[in-house]
């Protein structure tokens, strides 16, 4: 870690600000980083077979780009022009969190293999099911880049996921799902609860949710 880096970063000087389709590349690779040893992803994209790294790349980037498509809330943490941290959400009601587009499917099979894509549409579909909420947001993805990390950035993400759930009147409140229990404590700092514990594929993990609090 560049701890001369880390020195120069201040939480004053963070902006949260709506990513940009030039910002999806840097994106996805600070997603690699974040999600290239969570257990779930790991599962789903086989990661013991060859290839599990590109699989896992052209999953993010696919992704990015249906979130983008779709006009979904992708937010990054910039210092000046240095992305730092990202988080995308999906909003309530919203078709995209199910089903995407077909061909979002089309390149997911192309690129990740029946299997994966197969995998990540089951993983949604149970995800949706347990949720206490009908109209809510999802957290899908939230990352802190390897070298700016244990500087507080996750919980500016957090502030700024909450600012956008709490300003639409359709939301209920903000899910996420999570398979690592370092994660479960940040969110449980977060004010979200536990809901239940699910099992996706062959990887145990939580439902954790943060109502919106009453106007």
């Given amino acids: 870690m560049n701890h001369a880096t880390d020195e120069r970063v201040k939480p004053e000087n963070i902006q949260a600000i709506f990513l940009t389709a030039d910002d999806l590349k840097v994106a996805a690779s600070i997603l690699y980083n974040a999600y290239f040893d969570d257990p779930l992803f790991m599962d789903i994209f086989q990661a013991e077979r060859e290839g599990y790294e590109g699989r896992l790349r052209a999953a993010i980037r696919e992704e990015l780009d249906a979130f983008w498509e779709a006009e979904q809330p992708m937010i990054g943490l910039f210092d000046n022009t240095r992305l730092l941290a990202v988080t995308c959400l999906t909003k309530p009601n919203s078709d995209f969190s199910s089903g995407r587009f077909w061909h979002w499917r089309l390149k997911m099979l192309l690129t990740a293999g029946y299997f994966s894509t197969k995998a990540m549409v089951e993983k949604e579909e149970k995800i949706r099911n347990s949720m206490p909420a009908d109209a809510y947001h999802m957290v899908s993805f939230i990352a802190v880049h390897p070298s700016y990390q244990h500087l507080g950035l996750g919980h500016i ?59």
């Fill in 157 to 215: 993400l957090m502030n700024a996921i909450d600012s956008i759930v709490n300003e639409d009147n359709a939301s209920e409140g903000v899910g996420v799902f999570i398979s690592l229990p370092k994660y479960q404590r940040f969110f449980q700092d977060g004010m979200y609860q536990h809901i239940t514990s699910l099992t996706i594929s062959q990887v145990s993990g939580d439902i954790m949710f943060k109502p919106k609090p009453l106007s």
